[in-house]
């Protein structure tokens, strides 16, 4: 071979790498999402925790940016968690409020972000609580994800129940693994365990499967109530059960990333920190805290904005911070544009908003609104901008003057209600001040916006 030909093969291996994006540059991101169970918006130092530290959080936000209005449309561990793995409302998949052992829970017929992504060669895992069914073909193994581990609803339906421990106590509370059952009713023992089992999983999951693309959903049962950390974690933050529970699972964050760190795909790996809803604040000293108004089943930010952070090394500049508001909805449809995946072929509500998250200065939120549901009500709407919150009449629960102290829950009164009410969310997030009468033009807008999205979702009621 003489040098014409060594070098014309060269320069046509090189055509064909740039044509087909054959380079490191270009290889698919691993994907990381820890998404909590009733976590406050204040409960880790960068959002405000002041009685003791949580630094593997903090630093994730050193290396990350922290998204200060990031929003879940259905303050409910159901709900919540079917919009973010199928990028639709609830709304669209009819999965509302918190499912029961043996519901079927989200249809088949919606794929999921473990279907879209296998399908597309990654390697996927679910280590946690799943919560959007429970019959073989709507658990986690059937939908998508390659390995699993976990709890199918929440660790207070079981016999322990503080309330109805009869009702609960009729169902054994099983830990999956892989489809299998492999304990057939938890104990407080293994409840301690929950934490420490799901990030193990997560860490040997990335360990593995280190040279090709991966995603891996974190779907911790903590905060939720009972409360339950491994020995190791119990009386570590000097501020309670609680606190205990947040420093365990400010850990496991920690040795995710490390794990991401040591196998060399850090740099490559978008990590999703967030939470299903805000606290359950009937259970006082058992829950989180949020600035916002009111907190978990409800429709205000104290129930619907959680603290969320993004870190893609590669891609995206670390401290920074992000005042747009953003939903749940938006990341599938968002990573795949990242991955270069297809979107399902089925109808989606959520949109790419890689400008935003990538900081583009020219960006704009692509949606009109957020829409807010609470069970089958759809009782509020959010103007894409974020800067608009119109609540549509409704009754709503608020605590009482009898309140929840170690793992007893206190008193709802139901019997709240807020009338047609708009709020200035960059001036009054904590909507307090009804300005409707000031801004009858915002008003009336928001109203055709929820007049819309009534009819494409609500017609039937």
């Given at each position: 071979?003489?040098?014409?030909?060594?070098?014309?093969?060269?320069?046509?291996?090189?055509?064909?790498?740039?044509?087909?994006?054959?380079?490191?540059?270009?290889?698919?991101?691993?994907?990381?999402?820890?998404?909590?169970?009733?976590?406050?918006?204040?409960?880790?130092?960068?959002?405000?925790?002041?009685?003791?530290?949580?630094?593997?959080?903090?630093?994730?936000?050193?290396?990350?940016?922290?998204?200060?209005?990031?929003?879940?449309?259905?303050?409910?561990?159901?709900?919540?968690?079917?919009?973010?793995?199928?990028?639709?409302?609830?709304?669209?998949?009819?999965?509302?409020?918190?499912?029961?052992?043996?519901?079927?829970?989200?249809?088949?017929t919606f794929p999921t972000i473990g279907e879209v992504f296998k399908n597309a060669g990654y390697k996927t895992a679910l280590f946690g609580k799943w919560h959007c069914g429970d019959q073989p073909e709507t658990r986690p193994h059937n939908r998508g994800f390659d390995e699993t581990c976990g709890?199918?609803?929440?660790?207070?339906?079981?016999?322990?129940?503080?309330?109805?421990?009869?009702?609960?106590?009729?169902?054994?509370?099983?830990?999956?693994?892989?489809?299998?059952?492999?304990?057939?009713?938890?104990?407080?023992?293994?409840?301690?365990?929950?934490?420490?089992?799901?990030?193990?999983?997560?860490?040997?999951?990335?360990?593995?499967?280190?040279?090709?693309?991966?995603?891996?959903?974190?779907?911790?049962?903590?905060?939720?109530?009972?409360?339950?950390?491994?020995?190791?974690?119990?009386g570590k933050s000097g501020a309670g059960l609680y606190g205990d529970v947040i420093t365990e699972l400010d850990w496991s964050v920690g040795e995710i990333n490390k794990a991401l760190k040591a196998n060399g795909v850090e740099d490559n790996t978008i990590v999703i920190f967030s939470s299903d809803?805000?606290?359950?604040?009937?259970?006082?000293?058992?829950?989180?805290?949020?600035?916002?108004?009111?907190?978990?089943?409800?429709?205000?930010?104290?129930?619907?904005?959680?603290?969320?952070?993004?870190?893609?090394?590669?891609?995206?500049?670390?401290?920074?911070?992000?005042?747009?508001?953003?939903?749940?909805?938006?990341?599938?449809?968002?990573?795949?544009?990242?991955?270069?995946?297809?979107?399902?072929?089925?109808?989606?509500?959520?949109?790419?908003?890689?400008?935003?998250?990538?900081?583009?200065?020219?960006?704009?939120?692509?949606?009109?609104?957020?829409?807010?549901?609470?069970?089958?009500?759809?009782?509020?709407?959010?103007?894409?901008?974020?800067?608009?919150?119109?609540?549509?009449?409704?009754?709503?629960?608020?605590?009482?003057?009898?309140?929840?102290?170690?793992?007893?829950?206190?008193?709802?009164?139901?019997?709240?209600?807020?009338?047609?009410?708009?709020?200035?969310?960059?001036?009054?997030?904590?909507?307090?001040?009804?300005?409707?009468?000031?801004?009858?033009?915002?008003?009336?807008?928001?109203?055709?916006?929820?007049?819309?999205?009534?009819?494409?979702?609500?017609?039937?009621?």
């Amino acid at each position: 071979m003489n040098l014409n030909q060594i070098l014309c093969l060269t320069v046509l291996g090189l055509f064909i790498s740039s044509c087909f994006n054959i380079n490191k540059d270009t290889k698919q991101p691993n994907v990381v999402i820890i998404f909590l169970d009733d976590s406050g918006y204040s409960d880790f130092t960068p959002f405000g925790q002041t009685k003791f530290v949580t630094p593997n959080v903090t630093k994730l936000a050193e290396e990350g940016i922290m998204f200060k209005n990031f929003y879940v449309p259905q303050a409910v561990c159901s709900a919540s968690r079917s919009a973010l793995i199928t990028g639709c409302y609830p709304g669209r998949t009819k999965v509302f409020s918190a499912h029961g052992p043996g519901d079927r829970g989200l249809e088949t017929t919606f794929p999921t972000i473990g279907e879209v992504f296998k399908n597309a060669g990654y390697k996927t895992a679910l280590f946690g609580k799943w919560h959007c069914g429970d019959q073989p073909e709507t658990r986690p193994h059937n939908r998508g994800f390659d390995e699993t581990c976990g709890l199918m609803y929440s660790n207070d339906m079981w016999r322990h129940h503080p309330e109805s421990p009869e009702y609960w106590g009729q169902w054994p509370l099983k830990y999956w693994e892989n489809g299998e059952v492999t304990i057939e009713d938890v104990d407080s023992t293994d409840q301690k365990m929950l934490t420490k089992w799901y990030t193990e999983h997560a860490v040997d999951f990335i360990s593995r499967h280190k040279d090709e693309p991966f995603l891996v959903y974190v779907p911790h049962a903590m905060s939720h109530v009972p409360l339950f950390c491994s020995p190791e974690f119990e009386g570590k933050s000097g501020a309670g059960l609680y606190g205990d529970v947040i420093t365990e699972l400010d850990w496991s964050v920690g040795e995710i990333n490390k794990a991401l760190k040591a196998n060399g795909v850090e740099d490559n790996t978008i990590v999703i920190f967030s939470s299903d809803n805000g606290p359950w604040i009937a259970y006082g000293n058992h829950a989180g805290t949020t600035p916002f108004r009111e907190a978990k089943g409800t429709t205000f930010d104290g129930g619907t904005r959680s603290a969320t952070i993004i870190k893609y090394p590669a891609k995206l500049k670390g401290n920074q911070e992000c005042n747009q508001a953003l939903m749940t909805i938006d990341l599938l449809p968002t990573l795949c544009e990242i991955a270069k995946i297809p979107l399902p072929e089925t109808e989606i509500d959520g949109k790419n908003v890689w400008d935003i998250i990538s900081g583009n200065p020219d960006a704009k939120n692509p949606h009109d609104y957020y829409a807010y549901t609470n069970d089958r009500e759809f009782q509020a709407i959010l103007s894409g901008d974020g800067k608009w919150k119109l609540h549509l009449p409704h009754n709503y629960r608020t605590m009482t003057d009898i309140k929840g102290k170690d793992g007893t829950p206190g008193k709802y009164d139901y019997s709240a209600k807020i009338e047609l009410s708009l709020f200035d969310m960059e001036n009054d997030p904590y909507e307090t001040k009804n300005v409707i009468l000031d801004h009858p033009e915002i008003a009336e807008q928001l109203m055709q916006f929820a007049e819309v999205h009534k009819k494409k979702f609500f017609s039937e009621n």
